[in-house]
Protein backbone atom coordinates (compact mmCIF):
# COMPACT_ATOMS: atom_id res chain seq x y z
CA UNK A 1 0.00 0.00 0.00
CA UNK A 2 1.80 3.15 1.04
CA UNK A 3 5.67 3.37 1.33
CA UNK A 4 6.16 5.44 4.25
CA UNK A 5 10.23 5.66 3.01
CA UNK A 6 11.77 3.14 5.95
CA UNK A 7 13.77 0.26 4.53
CA UNK A 8 16.34 -2.19 5.89
CA UNK A 9 19.10 0.00 4.20
CA UNK A 10 17.42 3.07 5.87
CA UNK A 11 17.75 1.64 9.21
CA UNK A 12 20.71 -0.25 9.01
CA UNK A 13 22.83 3.51 7.69
CA UNK A 14 20.81 5.21 10.88
CA UNK A 15 22.29 1.77 13.53
CA UNK A 16 25.31 2.72 11.51
CA UNK A 17 25.76 6.16 12.03
CA UNK A 18 24.43 6.00 15.46
CA UNK A 19 27.54 3.53 16.39
CA UNK A 20 30.24 6.29 14.26
CA UNK A 21 29.00 8.98 17.19
CA UNK A 22 29.21 6.99 19.71
CA UNK A 23 32.48 5.48 18.62
CA UNK A 24 33.92 8.82 18.70
CA UNK A 25 32.71 9.93 21.49
CA UNK A 26 34.00 7.14 23.35
CA UNK A 27 37.49 8.07 21.44
CA UNK A 28 37.42 11.31 22.33
CA UNK A 29 36.68 10.44 26.23
CA UNK A 30 39.80 8.00 26.42
CA UNK A 31 42.25 10.11 24.52
CA UNK A 32 41.25 12.87 26.64
CA UNK A 33 41.98 10.44 29.89
CA UNK A 34 45.06 9.59 28.53
CA UNK A 35 46.16 12.98 27.90
CA UNK A 36 45.94 13.59 31.58
CA UNK A 37 48.32 11.13 32.30
CA UNK A 38 51.06 12.58 29.99
CA UNK A 39 53.21 15.34 31.87
CA UNK A 40 53.00 18.06 29.32
CA UNK A 41 52.84 22.07 30.03
CA UNK A 42 49.71 23.42 30.57
CA UNK A 43 49.67 24.94 27.08
CA UNK A 44 50.86 21.90 25.47
CA UNK A 45 48.01 20.16 27.26
CA UNK A 46 45.22 22.60 26.29
CA UNK A 47 46.16 22.93 22.45
CA UNK A 48 45.88 19.24 22.52
CA UNK A 49 42.08 19.54 24.39
CA UNK A 50 41.41 21.96 21.70
CA UNK A 51 42.60 19.61 18.86
CA UNK A 52 40.74 16.62 20.21
CA UNK A 53 37.46 18.32 20.72
CA UNK A 54 37.67 20.70 17.60
CA UNK A 55 38.40 18.64 14.88
CA UNK A 56 36.23 15.58 15.28
CA UNK A 57 37.58 12.36 14.35
CA UNK A 58 40.84 13.64 12.70
CA UNK A 59 42.06 14.94 16.38
CA UNK A 60 41.59 11.80 18.01
CA UNK A 61 43.29 9.92 14.90
CA UNK A 62 46.11 12.65 15.19
CA UNK A 63 46.42 12.14 19.05
CA UNK A 64 46.92 8.62 19.16
CA UNK A 65 49.10 8.50 16.06
CA UNK A 66 51.26 10.99 17.72
CA UNK A 67 51.53 10.31 20.82
CA UNK A 68 52.85 13.18 22.49
CA UNK A 69 56.53 12.80 23.90
CA UNK A 70 56.59 13.69 27.79
CA UNK A 71 58.77 16.78 28.95
CA UNK A 72 61.07 16.61 30.97
Given at each position: MFHYGF????????VFIFLLLIGWIVASIVA??????????S???ALWVLIILGI???GVIAYF???P???E
Open positions: SFAHVLMQLFALRNVKLSIAKPVLIVRIEE
